[in-house]
């Protein structure tokens, strides 16, 4: 039975409508869970009722926590009528569940109790999972009585040890509802997911180019559409042909059938070795290809539990030995072995039970039983077994046919959450100086791991400083390191001599997911290492500092370019919403590689892939010697928001070899997709070229052929992101510079890499650095080239029109000059056609760019990024280090300057061009969904400005455009939202 309790603590309600026809209310608030139901006291005529009470409701099993949901509603008591009606309701998805110590009180606003009901006020809950058994669950409670008044609610047990905690939090929110505080709007509870149909009609395999953007770009470059043979029946146009009988749900890779060898333990081995004792291990023999175990020292009764996986295509035998060996520095003795015949082996495939395994009796060479068994299971299965992520893949073998450890074999990441740290530096009381001096510059260090800010240096001619400055870190769970404050005196320029410490353990921070106020703290400052007890005893006055430090919760952490994220929530796990889909992504196998290394006289590659969407990182395993490797791996992810980007790199491992140890592992190339561009429901099959710039040129390294599908569960949720805000509401209500988000990107990418490679077996952090695009926001030449040319073509149709428009004027073609000035007359005599003209004429061309829409993920483009045609030059400077390497240090100076300046300028060109360029994918069905948007918003436009008075209209524009601040929210509208969520070109970027 689990101990496990979800707590919440009902606060408070503010501003409630009133409903008992005197202007007030007789409130109460009944919480559902699971099947569990509590209820707080009547509040009599208040309209803002404060209950503070707490209530626990038991959870059975804690793996279904995101599947349940807890419901408040709000009531009105009718004593007249003895009958109770819905206020207000406030559903919280699971998912939004945390911790205790992550919890905060939060006002949720009401929703309608149906559709036509008009409702009003706030409701103020923490919710929290506790394990303290001392918590009790509530008591059920009768039916409802409405003439029980404070004395009906639930058994709203508190224990001591939490007591405390949530009376500080409540509080805060007793009698201070002057002050701000944060507003969280929840979306319904996440539904089961479902899949389109998969029916089509059937034909033949093929394979069909598509050119991956309008503009022509060299064949080899280009996009194929596949149409493999996967699990789950055959791909034909995004459809897939169910097959006869599915395999399992990997569907979405190619079957591939494997012989697993699972071997568990052996008993009663018999001592072979002089000393009396024995060392044994196992080797599994198959033809050419063999793996090993490890050995243990002087045990008879060895546990192994270690799987072996050759796969069907390299069998050359029609047996499988198993030899248990004595490990011997000479030469290793043979205990025993089982042989078994492939033809008489059982077939295995999910959803039946795992295969058990047996004990098997060990015979000599000859033939004769021995002393000793081993327990076994072998059986023939496919890459959908549960025992295939943690087998030795036949993949991973060496030219002499023996498998590698197992570092190589597919793992899944989970990269740390990442948080802001705000810290406050406010002032410094009874500074004393070592050194009497008329004045002392005094400066305050924050050092949090490898990110080091400092204060500006302030005169005092007394022992007080006050700076006043804020400063940002960041930090990843859990936390580890601490935050250093550290007061230094600036003795002379180049001496500084330490005044005090303190040190901050980043876990015990208050955490806000709003900006509300953090209250300051004193700290007392640590003499030069030492404790502060004994300083206490020392000296009669200490020096304090006084800092207000928090987490902040409401802002999502950048890791990645905003143009390529994968993930938008913010860091505070109780703010996020349900999941809108389910993304699923097969990596079939990589085609026609470009050689890396060269072994036994042939070039060869020892490649893997890594899939990065959020914080879930996967890897595939490494394929030995091949060219032409097949991984056949499918995973998910949960999407959160379709306005996000995957991205998978294909890289060669360099840590094969003994004597290739600490080189990095070589970039083959990588793929991003954006999610808002792929059709719910369909399979995309397409082969992606991998494509890498060197100092020679571009250069295509190979083929990689993917499966992807993106289901939605409600297409009506996916249509209501358009109008939420692309990042969390606090990056708008206060919102970080861009110098301070450059600055904590690359620190956020340096504190993700930096945990991923203490993980086993490491994820590099060249790896992470190349996911991540850590080098985009540096200077090149090619890029600045690639954006100008990217806001010509936005403006290119402006510049056409204007040519016609000259063309028109000088009467080349009188037809058409004579059929403008009708036109002109027309719009002038009825100004009232011109708006509803527009709107149908943009609505029409939509229509018309159905025919050509894109059929296929956008990938990148080297004409786009002027990557086929770059001088040799710009590359020297492109793939020159930052820093520059030239020796003259005149020319190093400006050189930097020239790239750091010129870094800005050319993003703010990039900027521009995305906007232009999200305007033409409105209509362009580049975001299917996102273009019947816009001809929805175009055809109402052209009847609503069509039955709209001109004048009317420009009063009411006018208008909204003056309108008074306080009508004026700070965050951005829902046509702003609906813009900034078109996809741009940015996508096709190399």
């Not at 430090?549 to 796990?573: I, N, Q, W």
């Not at 954006?787 to 016609?804: A, D, E, G, P, Y």
Request: charge should be positive.
């Amino acid at each position: 039975m689990s101990n496990l309790k979800l707590g919440v603590q009902v606060l408070s309600a503010q501003d409630l409508p009133p409903k008992d026809g005197q202007g007030s209310s007789n409130p109460c608030v009944e919480l559902n869970f699971d099947n569990q139901k509590c209820r707080t006291a009547i509040k009599e005529k208040d309209l803002n009722p404060q209950w503070n009470e707490l209530f626990y409701f038991n959870i059975s099993d804690p793996s279904s926590i995101p599947n349940l949901a807890l419901e408040a509603h709000v009531y009105h008591l009718n004593r007249n009528t003895n009958s109770k009606s819905l206020i207000g309701k406030v559903p919280i998805s699971g998912t939004s569940f945390v911790p205790l110590a992550e919890a905060t009180a939060l006002h949720y606003p009401l929703e309608k109790p149906h559709i036509f009901a008009r409702t009003k006020g706030e409701l103020c809950l923490k919710v929290f999972l506790t394990e303290n058994p001392s918590t009790r669950p509530y008591n059920p409670l009768p039916d409802f009585d409405p003439f029980q008044t404070d004395s009906l609610h639930g058994q709203a047990y508190q224990p001591e040890s939490e007591i405390s905690t949530l009376n500080s939090t409540s509080s805060q929110f007793k009698d201070n509802r002057g002050d701000y505080v944060h507003t969280f709007n929840h979306l319904p509870r996440e539904e089961k997911l479902y899949f389109a149909d998969k029916e089509m009609n059937s034909g033949p395999p093929r394979a069909v180019r598509v050119l991956s953007s309008s503009s022509q770009q060299p064949l080899e470059f280009q996009l194929k559409e596949t149409s493999p043979s996967l699990g789950g029946g055959q791909v034909v146009g995004g459809r897939v042909i169910p097959a006869e009988k599915p395999i399992s749900t990997y569907d979405l890779v190619e079957k591939v059938e494997y012989l697993f060898v699972r071997v568990v333990k052996a008993r009663e081995l018999p001592r072979k070795n002089i000393a009396g004792s024995i060392d044994p291990y196992v080797e599994v023999r198959l033809g050419n290809y063999k793996g090993v175990t490890k050995h243990f020292e002087n045990n008879q009764n060895p546990e192994w539990d270690e799987v072996f996986a050759f796969s069907r295509e390299l069998i050359q035998s029609s047996f499988v030995e198993v030899f248990v060996k004595d490990k011997d520095v000479v030469k290793d003795d043979i205990v025993g072995m089982v042989r078994f015949d492939l033809h008489d082996l059982p077939r295995r495939a999910p959803p039946d039970s795992p295969l058990a395994p047996g004990w098997h009796w060990l015979v000599g060479k000859k033939g004769e039983k021995v002393k000793g068994e081993v327990m076994l299971a072998i059986w023939f299965g496919t890459q959908a077994d549960e025992c295939f992520p943690i087998a030795v893949i036949s993949d991973a073998v060496t030219p002499s046919g023996l498998f590698l450890n197992s570092e190589i074999r597919s793992k899944v990441y989970h990269a740390p959450r990442l948080w802001y740290v705000r810290v406050n530096v406010i002032e410094a009381q009874d500074i004393i100086i070592a050194e009497k001096r008329q004045l002392s510059e005094v400066f305050v260090k924050c050092q949090l791991g490898q990110q080091v800010l400092k204060t500006k240096p302030l005169q005092s001619r007394t022992l007080s400083f006050v700076w006043n400055e804020d400063y940002t870190f960041v930090a990843a769970e859990p936390f580890e390191e601490p935050l250093l404050l550290s007061v230094f005196d600036r003795v002379s320029p180049n001496k500084e001599e330490l005044i005090g410490r303190v040190q901050i353990h980043v876990g015990t921070i208050e955490r806000r997911t709003d900006d509300q106020v953090v209250n300051s703290r004193w700290y007392s400052l640590d003499k030069h290492g030492v404790a502060e007890e004994e300083n206490s005893k020392k000296e009669k006055f200490s020096s304090r500092l006084n800092v207000r430090v928090c987490l902040e919760g409401g802002y999502h952490v950048l890791d990645e370019s905003t143009h390529y994220s994968s993930d938008l929530r913010p860091s505070a796990k109780q703010l996020w919403k349900p999941s809108v889909g389910l993304l699923e992504l097969g990596i079939l196998n990589v085609e026609g590689l470009t050689p890396t290394k060269t072994r036994e006289g042939k070039g060869t590659c020892d490649t893997y892939c890594v899939a990065k969407y959020g914080q879930k990182w996967v890897r595939t395993r490494t394929i030995i010697n091949s060219l032409n490797p097949k991984y056949n791996e499918q995973y998910t992810w949960e999407v959160y928001d379709h306005a996000t980007v995957l991205t998978v790199g294909v890289f060669d491992n360099s840590q094969i070899e003994k004597s290739s140890l600490g080189l990095k592992d070589s970039r083959i190339g990588k793929v991003r997709i954006r999610l808002s561009t792929l059709e719910a429901g369909r399979v995309y099959t397409h082969s992606y070229p991998l494509l890498v710039l060197h100092n020679s040129g571009l250069k295509k390294m190979g083929e990689l052929h993917m499966a992807i599908r993106f289901s939605s569960p409600s297409m009506l949720n996916t249509m209501l992101l358009y109008s939420k805000p692309l990042l969390p509401k606090m990056h708008y209500i206060r919102p970080l510079s861009m110098l301070q988000l450059d600055f904590l990107r690359n620190h956020a990418v340096q504190i993700i890499a930096a945990r991923l490679s203490r993980m086993e077996p490491p994820l590099k952090s060249e790896v992470v650095e190349y996911m991540c695009d850590v080098e985009s926001h540096l200077w090149s030449m090619r890029r600045s080239k690639a954006n100008f040319f990217r806001l010509v073509s936005v403006f290119s149709s402006f510049l056409t029109s204007m040519k016609w428009f000259n063309d028109v004027c000088w009467w080349k073609n009188p037809i058409t000059t004579v059929l403008v000035h009708i036109l002109f007359l027309m719009f002038v005599c009825f100004p009232e056609l011109l708006l509803p003209t527009i709107f149908l004429y943009l609505f029409l061309i939509g229509l018309w760019n159905y025919r050509s829409r894109p059929r296929y993920p956008p990938h990148m483009n080297t004409r786009i990024s002027c990557a086929d045609r770059v001088h040799p030059d710009e590359l020297d400077e492109e793939f020159d280090t930052f820093p520059t390497s030239r020796s003259a240090d005149i020319v190093k100076m400006r050189y930097d300057r020239l790239r750091s300046v010129a870094g800005r300028i050319q993003t703010v060109v990039g900027d521009i061009a995305t906007q232009g360029e999200r305007v033409q994918a409105m209509l362009g069905w580049r975001d299917p969904r996102a273009t019947v948007i816009g001809l929805i918003l175009c055809i109402v436009g052209a009847v609503v400005l069509y039955v709209t008075p001109f004048s009317v209209l420009v009063v009411v524009c006018g208008f909204y455009m003056m309108r008074h601040p306080r009508f004026r929210s700070k965050l951005p509208s829902a046509p702003v939202n609906f813009f900034r969520r078109l996809p741009a070109k940015t996508d096709l970027m190399l």
